[in-house]
């Protein structure tokens, strides 16, 4: 076994940041959400009521929010405040997946395995478990992505659009894996590949993944999520078909 030299070691390694107050700060933030019942678009108390609440400097309670910011959990709107963008529950973790070595075309399609995967069970869990004012927010956001999209946008919208209904699962655990692909799966509602039209297809199966879990229909829903995420598979495929 080849052993290192203090010096190599000391060059190799970094000192290591306790980030305990950082966990404890977004744990007691979760237990306050979800004891207010407070709802994603819904705004969280001030930077100055938490400190206080907390016992913790301003600067403390950015960095830990920081944190929620870059897995989306939450959007830092500039003189408005904090705004709760998905829904939390004490069994949520705070973690990222990233890819070690980024290959455009095979990375995406991997990325679309793996949301074939949640999303479909997802839509299913949704049309079984979500609330009457739950499946009404789900139907505006479909109505504002779909009047985004006719005004060539719409990515954001579509965000929107889906992490709706995997908060509305009933399973913490659902946001917190979409939440932890973040950064991966916005490769794919930015068009990392700048393909023309990109998705157009599969617009309306938003429409049609809503109804059935409107209707409380899960293997129908389930059934229309996975059409939607082939039927952007078929274009990456048939785009780079030497690479697929």
Known sequence: MVKL???EVAGLLKPVRPRSLDLAILESLT???ESQSILPQNRLPSERAMCEALGVGRSTLREALKRWEALGIIEMRKGSGAFLKVA???NLLHVS???ERPSRVRNL???LQVRRALEGEAAALCALHASDQEIAAIEAALVKMEAAYARNGGSEEDWQFHQLIIAATGNPFFPQIIQSMRDLLHQLWENALALPDFAHASHPLHRTMYVA?????????RAEAWKLID???QEIREAFPDEA
Do not use: E
């Open 213 to 221: 879990i409107a209707r409380r229909d899960p293997d129908g829903a």
């Open 5 to 7: 030299r203090k010096v």
């Open 31 to 33: 237990a306050f959400i």
């Open 97 to 99: 997946l990233v890819l």
């Open 109 to 111: 399609l991997q990325i």
């Open 88 to 90: 939390v529950s004490p």
């Open 231 to 233: 039927s952007v598979q």
